[in-house]
């Protein structure tokens, strides 16, 4: 029986994304259009086993040397990686594609879980996907190697994924750590309001990851990333902003204070009729949450009086499947960290999950490296509070289908880096 790697149509590759169990938004039609506004050519291809698509991919490519191409395969493709034997027959189909395009060299970081970890990194001993790796060796595609940290120039390997299916909230908070848990209930006793974003408003998510990229590192796509994306991916990329409403913020915390008076005052009448060691520490309970009261009273009237009535704390964007919801790109304002404004976030689109049946929330990236003194291990922290997963996956991968051209090709890039420093 011959198997054929061949172009399809748009909507072919459409549907069958569609029905794909295991999808993810880079392998989309969506993804292809944020691309190809980005100048990629695109290849919607699909491997048929006479007249059923057993796999599919989207592949794009960009021109880099006279009429040879880098082609690449984002997150891989759509196949089942447990098959071996279809795996074995795609590779070859597509290296045959490969060189009828003009492709120079080929990149792909397969969606695929390389082994299993607990939720503190360790790597639990059995299952390991040596055996895929091995089988893109023997095509000729060259593994990059188990990276660990963040590379601006790489999507993550290691990711923080939170399991939805069948559990509800109650679920959800049961497991969290009791910081996160605590955290989760002031951001709703503060009050923080969130604005889902549209495209005029995604300011104020370049603003926030802007900001935090600049204090932790990282690189800030341009505003009109942000817009490109949503224009693209329509519905399937949302974006959100956390606010401090300061009026809100003044009147809770007074109508608090007058609750604790009247709460106060009765306790005294307790404490006259009985003068108890119990009542004497409600006395001095309410005391403390009559002087918490009365700071949150005098920070929300000095932060209307310099912000406004309005404060943005945090952002983050979304992209949305039926599989998972993956949190992409955030950031938050340093100067009312206080707040806790990403648990607001976090809390909001997780219970958005659970509504919409979506299998997982995937928090998405890690560093891989578990340890306190990693420059990233407070990430770490904050998405293993919500008890996600550790997920390592296989890795990334280099195909060079002309190699003395490639190796030209490389020593042009090597002058051309030199000549510019």
């Not at 601006?152 to 908070?173: A, H, Q, V």
């Not at 709460?263 to 404490?271: A, G, P, T």
């Not at 004497?280 to 932060?303: P, Q």
Request: with cysteine; glycine share 4%.
């Amino acid at each position: 029986m011959i198997m054929i790697l061949k172009n399809i149509s748009e909507e072919e590759f459409s549907n069958f994304y569609e029905n794909f169990e295991q999808k993810c938004f880079w392998q989309s039609v969506s993804m292809a259009h944020f691309e190809s506004s980005h100048g990629w050519s695109i290849h919607y291809l699909g491997f048929y086993d006479e007249d059923v698509i057993r796999a599919a991919t989207v592949l794009i490519s960009k021109k880099v040397m006279g009429k040879y191409a880098l082609f690449e395969a984002l997150r891989g493709f759509l196949i089942d990686y447990d098959d071996l034997d279809l795996m074995d027959a795609f590779l070859n189909e597509l290296k045959i594609y490969l060189h009828a395009h003009n492709c120079l060299y080929m990149k792909i970081d397969p969606y695929c879980e390389y082994q299993p970890h607990d939720k503190d990194g360790n790597a639990i001993e059995g299952y390991r996907r040596d055996d895929l790796i091995d089988l893109f060796e023997k095509h000729g595609f060259i593994h990059q190697g188990f990276r660990n940290g963040s590379d601006n120039n790489y999507e993550p390997r290691w990711m923080s994924i939170l399991p939805l299916e069948g559990k509800d909230e109650e679920d959800i908070l049961k497991k969290c750590d009791s910081k996160t848990r605590q955290n989760i209930v002031n951001t709703q006793k503060t009050g923080l309001k969130i604005d889902r974003l549209n495209k005029s408003e995604l300011y104020r998510l370049h603003d926030m990851v802007s900001t935090t990229g600049q204090r932790r590192h990282f690189l800030n796509p341009d505003l009109s990333y942000y817009t490109d994306f949503m224009t693209s991916f329509h519905e399937n990329m949302q974006a959100y902003c956390v606010y401090l409403d300061t009026k809100d913020y003044y009147e809770r915390y007074r109508k608090n204070y007058e609750e604790l008076i009247k709460e106060k005052e009765h306790i005294y009448k307790l404490i006259e009729e009985t003068d108890s060691k119990k009542n004497r520490s409600k006395s001095k309970n309410c005391e403390n949450k009559i002087t918490a009261a009365l700071k949150r009273i005098d920070e929300a009237k000095k932060l209307r009086e310099e912000y406004g009535d309005k404060i943005d704390l945090a952002a983050a964007m979304y992209v949305i499947t039926d599989r998972e919801i993956v949190y992409l790109f955030s950031g938050s304002n340093d100067t009312f960290k206080h707040f806790k404004a990403a648990y607001a976030l976090q809390w909001y689109m997780i219970k958005y999950g659970i509504e919409h049946h979506i299998k997982r929330y995937n928090f998405y990236g890690i560093s891989g490296i578990f340890s306190p003194e990693d420059e990233e291990y407070g990430v770490y922290l904050f998405k293993k509070g919500f008890d996600a997963d550790v997920i390592e996956l296989i890795g990334n991968f280099e195909y060079i289908d002309r190699k003395r051209t490639y190796t030209v090709y490389e020593d042009l890039r090597r002058i051309k880096h030199l000549v510019r420093k």
